[in-house]
Nanobody, 126 residues
Framework: QVQLVESGGGLAQAWGSLKLSCAASRRTFIDYNMGWFRQAPGKEREFVAA????????LYVDSVKGRFTISRDNAKNTVYLQMNSLKPEDTAVYYCAQSRYSSTTYLRDISRYDNWGQGTQVTVSS
């Protein structure tokens, strides 16, 4: 099983920035999707952003468009989530996940992600 290790969470003020990283222990698939999801207290885990590894095609939930950017570094097997203009409603535990499915149709489909990181807390104060 490939391990996903997240880092970069913490406390930020509103309108501030944080950058999350998710490093995979190794690459096992020729092509796959990587996603970021988040879960706030009392809420279901929700899709935030995803990227198809080979094509670089990205997808975002509407609430973060223009503020968050997902990217990847092939050499480091690492995916990033740059979060700018943070809002208190962005407060959540953020999880990175890997899907063996490479179709961009499944980028936002949480059920297609079968390998998850441990999560990192992001707290945004007003």
């Amino acid at each position: 099983q490939v391990q996903l290790v997240e880092s970069g969470g913490g406390l930020a003020q509103a309108w501030g920035s944080l950058k999350l990283s998710c490093a995979a222990s190794r690459r096992t698939f020729i092509d796959y999707n990587m996603g970021w999801f988040r879960q706030a207290p009392g809420k279901e885990r929700e899709f935030v952003a995803a990227i198809n590894w080979n094509s670089g095609i990205t997808l975002y939930v509407d609430s973060v468009k223009g503020r968050f950017t997902i990217s990847r570094d092939n050499a480091k097997n690492t995916v990033y989530l740059q979060m700018n203009s943070l809002k208190p409603e962005d407060t959540a535990v953020y999880y990175c996940a890997q899907s063996r499915y490479s179709s961009t149709t499944y980028l936002r489909d949480i059920s297609r992600y079968d390998n998850w990181g441990q999560g990192t807390q992001v707290t945004v104060s007003s």
